[in-house]
């Protein structure tokens, strides 16, 4: 199947990746391969790995801080419910899914919206590293998707992983049926921009002064007042006032109101959470949420404002908030990005690209010791950092 330039592209099969194609609302989008080898291929490249057959060992091996506390989202009531299922077998896995845009081109509307499944039993440090992902669906295309698009194709394969899956494990002398789940999943609603703030080199570069900081957070306050978070410009750096400058300008009951969402996050999103913990997030939240509506009146009580009030059941749920945070996929697009170097037919080059990159460690390891060896690392450590 070939791609276009335009909002409707594909991808062929080889590469085992479900491409849908955009349309005006995406809702009647179908993927434009066979979904049925879009897991098998990805999940055999990373049971052929004995490191990673060894790294999802990592949620029976850790030492936790606290035993009576929510340190990972294998503390979570969701893992373990599934545990008490299938999870407890040393081979099944589950995943968390997130799905988020980027633009692909500076000239084009044209969007990428990459589909991932994340190993939660991997360590927390190496579940976000591109070559232990699942790129489960991509999405091209010049209107926004509904998550349903990626859903209603994605969710009927994961149930027949929940069924079993034949694969080649290593160090086992027989195929082992694997069995994995989804635990979770984020939805990035808000517009994004690829735009960075950069801070290069400066020789003798004068270190900001209060003076200079006020100025600024009063500038971009008063220039971002009527902007959404991702519009909002900043004037040398600063984007808005922070906590300790608030704390002179804001009035008291409104720093009090600020005070209790900050307190409450803050402890729902340590390292070790107790069930106290989340007790007491719970009431300053909840607090945080009646006071909010009354200082700034019901116009203001958003849909992200309601969600505060289910942060403490996530996190009872899911473990600590860090754990399941958007924040470990903010860099994942821009890496996928790097895989598409034309300005046309991205879908073949970003499936291409890709299989290249996830087949490249196996083909290391069947090389013996020279040159192709050396330039075969050198290539993979480069796609690695770009």
């Known amino acids: 199947m070939s791609d276009s330039d335009d909002d409707s592209v594909g991808v062929a099969d080889p590469q085992q990746i479900c491409v849908t ?5 995406g809702e009647n989008d179908t993927p434009s391969t066979s979904p049925e080898p879009l897991y098998v291929g990805q999940i055999s490249q990373l049971y052929a790995r004995s490191d990673f057959v060894e790294d999802i060992q990592y949620r029976f091996n850790r030492v936790k801080k606290n035993s009576a506390n929510l340190e990972d989202i294998f503390d979570g009531l969701v893992y373990k419910a599934a545990m008490q299922e299938f999870l407890s077998e040393k081979f099944n896995i589950s995943f968390m899914w997130n799905t988020d845009g980027v633009s692909l081109y500076d000239s084009s509307k044209l969007q990428l919206w990459p589909f991932y499944l994340v190993i939660n039993e991997l360590p927390p440090e190496k579940r976000f590293k591109r070559e232990n992902l699942i790129l489960a669906a991509v999405y091209i295309g010049e209107s926004k998707p509904s998550v349903n698009v990626f ?10 992983l929940k069924q079993g899956v034949s694969v080649n ?13 989804i635990i979770c999943g984020t939805w990035e609603k808000s517009e994004r921009t690829d735009d960075v703030f950069v801070h290069p080199y400066e020789e003798n570069a004068q270190p900001r002064t209060e003076e200079n900081y006020e100025e600024d957070a009063m500038l971009s306050t008063v220039t971002n007042s009527d902007k959404a978070a991702s519009a909002r410009t900043a004037s040398h750096g600063v984007k808005g006032p922070s906590y300790l400058y608030i704390m002179g300008i804001m009035k008291q009951v409104f720093f009090h109101n600020f005070k209790l969402l900050v ?7 340590k390292q070790s959470v107790s069930l106290a913990d989340i007790a007491e ?3 300053l939240l909840t607090q945080f949420v009646l006071d909010f509506e009354e200082l700034y009146g019901l116009r203001h009580m958003s849909f992200n404002t309601h969600l505060v009030l289910h942060l403490p059941s996530v996190v009872e749920a ?8 958007c924040f470990g996929f903010e860099d994942l697009n821009g ?6 170097h034309g300005s046309r037919y991205a879908g073949s080059q970003l499936s291409s690209n890709l299989f290249t990159f996830l087949n490249l460690p196996k083909v290391i390891n069947t090389l013996e010791i020279g040159r192709v060896k050396e330039y075969c690392t050198n290539v993979h450590k480069k796609m690695e950092e770009d």
């Open 21 to 25: 194609s955009g349309g005006e609302s």
């Open 151 to 160: 859903l209603k194709h994605v969710c009927p394969l994961v149930e027949q």
């Open 169 to 181: 494990v290593a160090g086992e002398q027989e195929p082992v049926l694997i069995k994995a789940c």
């Open 263 to 269: 307190a409450g996050v803050s402890l729902i999103n």
């Open 281 to 283: 997030a719970k009431c």
């Open 318 to 325: 899911l473990g600590p908030a860090f754990h399941t945070s």
């Open 335 to 340: 890496k996928l990005r790097c895989l598409i």
